[in-house]
């Protein structure tokens, strides 16, 4: 092969050469840029899903932080309860303040579903006085300006909605430094349901007021506090 040949060889094969490279440029630019893409994609994507998640979290949050509140029925007066104070002398008493050791508690939480609060919010405290009233003045016994005064103090109310039972204790002391004391284990039927055993809670109550009121003003010891 002459000089001239091989000359021309080695240029064809040069040009071959670049050819070549020019071919697969484009190639490895789309390569290039569909990566480019690919990655924008995919961090797009997390980013959408890391909001969902934030949003799921935040949506968690307040449904556990929402709750229920459960409400004590108005109390209702017990028959036995006025036939009982009917014995005492027309306008005879008036009632003072009720206080409670742990302070004024107006509901309590069950079972971390939500609390049990009185009719109007008032203390538990308030809401065994104006029972005591409601019952006193049925009877014609109650009035604001009476002599004799009863005051109480409630040194217990809890309950349990895994058992079904309120535990409520009362004293009470008139103006003549006379004094009784009563206490009730009101039972009831409860649930194993969150908020079936706070409702059926709630609403046992007021009879379970009713019962202590009743152990109360059946005592035959408070006429002998009302006596001047």
């Known amino acids: 092969m002459s000089a001239q040949q091989l000359a021309f060889l080695s240029r064809a094969q040069q040009t071959h050469s670049e050819l070549l490279q020019l071919q697969h440029f484009p190639v490895r630019t789309k390569l290039k840029n569909w990566n480019s893409s690919f990655e924008q994609r995919k961090e797009a994507k997390l980013k959408t899903t890391r909001t969902i998640r934030a949003a799921a979290v935040a949506v968690a949050a307040t449904s556990l ?49 939500g609390p049990i609060k009185t009719p109007d919010g008032e203390t538990y405290a308030d809401f065994v006085r104006k029972a005591l009233i409601s019952e006193l003045k049925m009877a014609g016994a109650y009035s604001d300006t009476a002599p004799t005064q009863i005051t109480g103090v409630l040194n217990k109310i809890d309950f349990s909605s895994n ?8 004293s009470l002391t008139s103006t003549n430094n006379r004094s009784l004391s009563v206490t009730e284990a009101y039972p009831f039927t409860s649930s194993f349901y969150g908020e079936t055993a706070c409702n059926q809670t709630a609403q046992a109550l007021m009879p379970a007021v009713q019962d202590l009121i009743g152990k109360a003003v059946q005592n035959p010891g408070f006429p002998a506090m009302l006596a001047r």
């Not at 104070?85 to 303040?97: I, K, T």
């Not at 058992?163 to 009362?170: E, H, Q, R, T």
């Open 65 to 113: 932080t929402a709750c229920s509140t459960y409400s004590v029925s108005r109390y209702s007066v017990s028959a036995d309860d006025v036939v009982a104070l009917r014995s005492l002398p027309p306008n005879s008493v008036s009632v003072g303040a009720f206080t409670s050791p742990s302070g004024p508690v107006s509901e309590i939480t069950c079972r971390a579903v």
């Open 163 to 170: 058992s079904g039972m309120w535990n409520l204790d009362l």
